[in-house]
């Protein structure tokens, strides 16, 4: 391979050409480069040099019809609905595509430019197998709205009146129907550019052109690491989620089955979305008595087990810790998080070398199903067999990861079904709900206290930031509040792909008791720790994973790293591929502010402070943090997949 | 088959070796200057002029530059540059060597077609003798300057002859054209300053160097100026590779190659136009018919729809697949003849693909797009009467 060839194949696969757009133009109209005046529909804008029309367009509040243009990906300019005329030029030009680097004249809606969409769209329509009444994304398509806008009366070329092809549901998370796909080549590029995976590709020519994987295998039988970041930009209903809907209601109306939910943070800041409401309109309680109004018999907060994945990982990292620094033993550091499924996946495809580095502790969902059907059975005298746990993410993979023959420790399937928020959306919807006017209600015992640090797993950061509050504070004996402004670790925060944090731990205080339960404990004070620096990391969305693993490698920086939070999707589980539909950086950027706000309203918000946890490890897992039971219970191993699997 | 004709350039005894010497006493911005002066348009048909595209590279920006000689020669009809690399590769090599001197890159590529792939022993033959002379490599002619060429196959798609799908599957990817703006001038293979010429494009370079930009540009019309090779096949007495001055006519054309009871010419390949008899005195050249070198003669017996069929077949075939007009309108073209031919295409809906077709010229992502509905379009409105009310199946 040539030297050229390697400068563009290092990361990311979308041609050079398109990447430049990704670099983001300064939009406050006086920031550096060089400014342009243009014109469009006769209104005049100034822009800085390489905006594209589309962008100039928005800023003075010209729509202009798109299908494959995302804001999430790199520019594809295939579809053609955004064409434009622009003055001089032959032919049209896609408005998403191209760069201002002179001053134009634009025409956004000439009968040329109407001409040309109509029939495009018309084209897409042809092929489009669109019984929008029996469609999932009836109300909710980007190309049912754009015939709706476009006035679309008649099928021009013609429409299917049948499906041509089978349905992909191989997978437990994501389906493909091949029938609804326009070729925008969002999923492609998501896939290839925006995670790095490179599951799905254009084949074939021409108009038999499809998308497809390897070998035209069923996604099951690929790398696929059920991200579902696919589905949320997918325009239509060629990409959705294996709901398990129909047997949830099922297992409701059975009145021998007793039927419980747990409910992730993220969920909470999204669903009002589907309800027409802002994003970032928490409505935590009001989908409490919801849950219960449609037949939950119990409803958990997922963040009870969220603080206790960060007392079992936290453990954990502290005994490899001891086992480097004191044992000088060879031991797996950094060590990595294992709370995102589609993460977890990926390791296993495509660094299955480095899977030594993740934690063993169960994600907070797989440790609720199991904690349910042991602790919770038994203090409720309940038969396992009897109960059914369904848990609420915003999450595709978690459908797969409940699905995993691992993760049955308690005897029985530990969660029965994964079930996505749009899902649960729907659920409400057909039982007439209206989730917004619903009465508000809190958690059902015993797991109901939760703290602020289980809500903020929601969002990338916010993993590190909890592990970080109790770690801290379980070493030195100090508040966090006395070391960072209300306990808010901001540096940890925000969207930026890669973040690196060091934190010289300021004094040791003695060993608390909840680990001192651990009778292997190697050691009883803290004094190896006196001094030490703490390094981390954060990565969201597997492309900067790739990054991240890829300098570990290569012994750069984030190889010293002591501990690296990784999350799957971009946003973290708040941009999970089974919340509402659209995404964009905005829109995540607002469901982050609803759950750090929710953090905030808590009153306890580190999790060696939530007294359910602590009940459990005194009643239930005496044997403390890393002990023999929690170790049955909550931890788990993971297989090397490999790239190449038969 | 050899060329029929010798010419002015292609099939003269021009020097190539020479051509690069007087090169080399020149600054680059002279050698641009001098390509400027000749007036030299690209020979692949889209005819941007060469000096202004070589201008925008040298001016742009890169930690390298590359010269790419497009020998994906992949329309129908066109087998000039075929001849071109077999008969006189070195005047292509030494024109890109010019390029690579004049823009200030190191390094050529030439993209061949699959096809052409017996006549890769031969090049790299020719490659290697230039290295020996000392006319490629480090030093070029012992100056200061340096330029090597490497030879890289194509697979056989039509597309991969755009310019920016060819940089595509340089780099290894599926073969589809970029957006464009940017243009591969600066941002190409690899993202750095690319020129991307046609291999007659290279040879005319050759010619200019030898024997002057005054010269060249004194041949042809004002705005197409020089000789230009044309591969001309179909319904004619002597088919072949011809070399005539731009400006000819297409009368003049079809006397010389023995064709003169044409019913239709398509020229330009299947991306060109059909020109009827009632049009024959207009003349090749880049203000009035444009063309990379595709002569296609239909004698009277011809039938002008299984024309058309055949043209559409070919661009259904060959879309790349990634933008709706040219990926569906192809098809739907396509589906309009199979109508045509068994008499079920209402005029209503015959209007309503020629808006298609209109659409696709306009809004289609590259030139593949745009230029595939011509050769439907224009034989819908020279021929309609002989496209209309069939009954049973084609006309044979």
């Not at chain 1, 928005?58 to 798109?66: E, F, H, N, W, Y």
């Not at chain 1, 896939?191 to 099951?220: N, W, Y």
């Not at chain 2, 990634?322 to 295409?345: D, F, H, S, V, W």
Request: include cysteine.
């Amino acid at each position: 391979m040539s030297d050229q060839e390697k400068a563009n194949t290092q990361t990311s696969r979308a041609p050079i050409s398109q990447r430049g757009h990704l670099v983001k133009m300064p939009t406050n109209g006086t920031a550096i480069g060089a400014l342009v005046t243009i014109s469009i529909d006769g209104l005049e804008v100034k822009v800085p040099l390489g905006t594209t029309i589309l962008e100039a367009a928005k800023q003075i509040g010209v729509k202009i019809p798109t299908l494959c243009y995302h804001e999430d990906l790199c520019i594809a300019g295939v579809c053609r609905i955004c064409v434009v005329e622009v003055e001089g030029q032959r032919t049209l030009q896609a408005a998403c595509a191209y760069p201002i680097t002179s001053p134009l004249k634009i025409r956004t809606h000439t009968r040329k430019v109407r001409q040309a969409r109509r029939r495009i769209l018309d084209l897409l329509l042809s092929k489009h197998y669109g019984e929008c009444y029996s469609c999932f994304r009836n109300g909710n398509c980007e190309l049912q709205s754009l015939a709706a806008d476009l006035g679309v009366d008649f099928f021009r070329f013609g429409h299917p009146d049948k499906p041509t092809s089978e349905t992909d549901n191989s997978s437990y998370s994501v389906q493909r129907d091949m029938n609804k796909c326009i070729l925008c080549r969002r999923c492609v590029r998501t896939c290839i550019d925006l995670q790095e995976v490179g599951v799905l590709e254009a084949v074939h020519r021409g108009d038999k052109t499809r998308i497809s994987t390897f070998m035209d295998k069923p996604l099951a039988e690929v790398v696929c690491i059920n991200c579902g970041q696919c589905i949320n930009r997918c325009p239509t209903a060629a990409l959705g989620a294996a709901d398990p809907t129909d047997d949830v209601w099922r297992d409701i109306i059975n009145p021998a089955k007793h039927v419980v939910i747990q409910t992730a943070p993220a969920p909470r800041a999204a669903i009002g979305e589907c309800f027409g409401l802002a994003p970032g309109t928490p409505l935590t309680f009001e989908m409490n008595s919801a849950l219960r109004a449609i037949g939950f018999d119990k409803v958990f907060d997922t963040n009870f087990t969220a603080d206790l994945t960060i007392i079992e990982e936290g453990t954990e990292l502290i005994l490899r810790l001891h086992k480097a620094l004191v044992e000088k033993q060879p031991v797996a550091l950094p060590q990595f998080t294992s709370c995102s499924p589609g993460w977890v996946k990926y390791i296993e495809h495509f660094y299955p070398e480095m899977l030594p580095h993740m934690s063993s502790a169960k994600s907070p969902q797989q440790m609720f199903g199991s904690v349910i059907k042991t602790y919770y059975a038994k203090l409720h005298n309940l038969d396992p067999a009897d109960i059914v746990t369904v848990a609420l993410m915003p999450c595709s993979a978690k459908k797969f990861e409940c699905n995993r023959p691992e993760m049955a420790s308690s005897g029985y399937k530990d969660v029965d079904y994964g079930l996505v928020t749009r899902e649960l959306a729907q659920m409400f919807k057909e039982a007439g709900i209206e989730l917004p006017k619903m009465p508000k209600s809190d958690f059902d015992d015993p797991f109901g206290t939760a703290t602020g640090s289980g809500v903020i797993f929601g969002a990338t950061g916010g993993v590190m930031e909890a592990a970080l509050r109790t770690v801290i504070e379980l070493v030195s004996g100090l508040k966090v509040e006395n070391l960072y402004d209300h306990a808010n670790i901001l540096p940890v925060r925000g969207f930026d792909g890669v973040r690196y944090v060091e934190l010289t731990i300021p004094k040791v205080g003695p060993v608390p008791d909840l680990l001192k339960t651990n009778k292997h404990l190697p050691f009883d004070s803290w004094d190896w720790l006196a001094g030490a620096t703490l390094k981390i990391a954060v990565a969201h969305g597997t492309a900067n994973a790739k990054k991240v693993l890829e300098d570990i490698k290569a012994g750069g920086k984030l190889s010293e790293c002591h501990f690296i939070e990784f999350m799957a999707c971009p946003g973290g589980c708040l941009g999970g591929g089974g919340m509402p539909i659209p995404t964009s950086p905005a829109i995540r950027a607002a469901r982050a502010k609803a759950i750090y706000a929710e953090d905030a309203a808590y009153e306890v918000r580190k999790s060696h402070e939530n007294p359910a946890v602590i009940r459990l490890y005194n009643e239930f897992l005496t044997d403390g943090p890393n002990g023999h039971t929690a170790h049955h219970l909550l931890h788990t191993t993971y297989t090397p997949r490999g790239k190449y699997i038969a | 088959m050899n060329a029929n004709r010798k010419g002015l350039v292609t099939f003269s005894t021009i020097d190539p070796d020479a051509a690069l010497r007087a090169a080399v006493a020149k600054t680059r911005t002279e050698m641009i200057a001098e390509v400027t002066a000749s007036k030299l348009k690209g020979r692949g048909g889209a005819g941007f002029p060469t000096g202004v595209k070589w201008n925008l590279a040298a001016a742009a920006k890169g930690d390298a530059k590359y010269v790419i000689c497009n020998a994906d020669e992949g329309e129908p009809g066109t087998f000039k540059d075929r001849v071109i690399l077999s008969e006189v590769p070195d005047l292509v090599f030494a024109g890109m060597t010019i390029g690579g001197i004049a823009i200030g890159s190191a390094k050529g590529i030439v993209y061949l077609r699959g096809e052409y792939a017996y006549l890769r022993a031969q090049l790299e033959e020719a490659l290697a003798r230039r290295r020996a002379a000392g006319l490629l490599g480090p030093q070029i002619l012992s100056k200061s300057v340096g330029f090597d060429i490497e030879i890289r196959m194509g697979s056989g798609a039509y597309v991969c002859g755009e310019e920016t799908a060819l940089i595509e599957s340089l780099e290894g990817q599926r073969g589809e054209p970029r957006n464009r703006p940017p243009f591969p001038v600066d941002t190409g293979l690899g993202g750095q300053p690319t020129i991307v010429n046609n291999v007659e494009t290279f040879a005319c370079v050759a010619a200019i160097f030898a024997k002057g930009a005054a010269w060249f540009a004194s041949i042809g019309t004002e705005k197409s100026t020089g000789p230009k090779l044309f591969s001309v096949s179909g319904d004619c007495a002597n088919p072949g590779v011809y070399e005539f001055p731009m400006g000819i006519t297409v009368a003049e054309l079809l006397r010389e190659v023995g064709g003169e009871d044409a019913k239709a010419v398509q020229i330009g390949g299947a991306s060109g136009r059909c020109v009827p008899a009632s049009e024959f005195a207009r003349t090749i050249s880049y203000e009035d018919i444009s063309t990379g070198g595709s002569v296609m003669v239909f004698g009277p017996q011809r039938d002008m729809l299984a024309v058309a069929k055949n043209f559409m077949e070919f661009f259904v075939e060959e879309s790349c697949g990634q933008c709706t007009p040219c990926r569906e309108g192809n098809a739907k073209l396509l589906e309009g003849i199979e109508m045509l031919e068994e008499g079920r295409c209402s005029a209503r809906y015959l209007d309503e693909l020629l808006t298609l077709g209109e659409v696709m010229q306009n809004a289609s992502k590259c030139g593949l797009g745009q230029s595939s509905p011509n050769a439907f379009l224009s034989i819908v409105s020279h021929f309609q009467d002989e496209l209309m009310g069939r009954t049973h199946g084609p006309a044979r």
